[in-house]
């Protein structure tokens, strides 16, 4: 079965980095876009980044873009998300997750890792 493992997630102060990994087995990795999205206490899960099937350009939600980098390595199946800069408006639950059809909509996701955990102190 498909299973996206997260992992990179911690606590960081304000201002420092944090490059989240994504690993994808059970699926034609080269085949989906692969997406970040994250999710605080309270809110709705929001999109952050995501890098197309055909490793095209990168798209990235206003609040992460200038201060993140998506990438991906077709040879190792995973997906990283590299975030600079953090804020505490930067804590949440981060997931990967696998879609046929990209966008930054949930919905068009059909894959979802367990999350890890990030958490900036001011």
């Known amino acids: 079965q498909v299973q996206l493992v997260e992992s990179g997630g911690g606590l960081v102060q304000t201002g420092g980095s944090l490059r989240l990994s994504c690993a994808a087995s059970?699926?034609?990795?080269?085949?989906?876009?692969m997406g970040w999205f994250r999710q605080a206490p309270g809110k709705e899960r929001e999109f952050v980044a995501r890098?197309?099937?055909?490793?095209?350009?990168?798209y990235y939600a206003d609040s992460v873009k200038g201060r993140s980098t998506i990438s991906r390595d077709i040879a190792k199946n995973t997906v990283y998300l590299q975030v600079n800069n953090l804020k505490p408006e930067d804590s949440a639950v981060y997931y990967c997750?696998?879609?046929?059809?990209?966008?930054?909509?949930?919905?068009?996701?059909?894959?979802w890792g367990q999350g890890t955990q990030v958490t900036v102190s001011s």
């Open positions: 890098v197309p099937w055909n490793i095209g350009t990168p």
């Open positions: 997750a696998a879609s046929k059809y990209g966008g930054t909509n949930r919905g068009l996701y059909d894959y």
């Open positions: 059970g699926l034609t990795f080269s085949s989906y876009t």
